[in-house]
């Protein structure tokens, strides 16, 4: 049962030839594919799985490869295949998941680039982003604020 289409363009403990063995050189490789997010904030929905009892969705600051992962993987040994699709702020990732709960991969996360509020630093996904004059980014709230001050 096949359900990408495309091949992952990172995967981690399924012994294949052609894979990094290397944990760091992994996380390097991940650090550029992500790179493009200068924000470095996060927007991650997990399909099958109890995030951390956050209703399955998850805000977060990733520097890089390495903290993305921390943030997204339970902390167990798992074996992931992740899969980047999209350019910029259209970048998808997606990681699907193995590990003894989970032993099909039927976890999937997805995270999206996201950025924060410039006035109260929530971090929102594409969908709940304002944008004022400047281009900055703001939030539902203080979206209004901005209006009344005009
Ligand atoms: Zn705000």
Same mark, same amino acid.
């Given at each position: ?11 981690? =403990? ?9 944990? /760091?050189?992994? +996380?390097? /490789?991940?650090? %550029? ?10 927007? =991650?929905?997990?399909? !099958?799985? =109890?995030?951390?009892? @956050?209703? %399955? ?6 520097? !890089? =490869? @390495? ?10 040994? +798992? +074996?992931?295949? #992740? ?9 998808? #990732?997606?990681? @699907? ?12 996360? *997805? ?5 924060? +509020? #410039?006035? $109260? %630093?929530?971090?929102?996904?594409? *969908? *709940? @982003?304002?944008?004022?004059?400047? %281009?900055?980014?703001? $939030? ?11």
């Amino acid at each position: 049962m096949k359900t990408r289409v495309k091949e992952p363009v990172l995967s981690w =403990g399924f012994d294949d030839a052609d894979e990094s063995e290397d944990w /760091e050189m992994l +996380c390097d /490789e991940l650090s %550029g594919l992500i790179s493009f997010n200068e924000d470095k904030t996060w927007y =991650g929905t997990v399909s !099958n799985f =109890g995030w951390r009892n @956050q209703d %399955g969705e998850a805000r977060f600051n990733a520097e !890089n =490869g @390495q903290e993305l992962l921390r943030h997204i993987l339970p902390e167990t040994d +798992c +074996c992931f295949k #992740i899969y980047i699709e999209g350019t910029e702020d259209d970048t998808v #990732i997606n990681i @699907q998941n193995y590990h003894h709960d989970s032993p099909v991969g039927n976890e999937w996360y *997805e995270v999206l680039p996201a950025k924060a +509020c #410039i006035y $109260c %630093g929530d971090i929102l996904k594409k *969908e *709940e @982003q304002h944008k004022d004059k400047e %281009g900055n980014i703001l $939030c539902e709230y203080h979206k209004d604020e901005t209006m009344a001050e005009a």
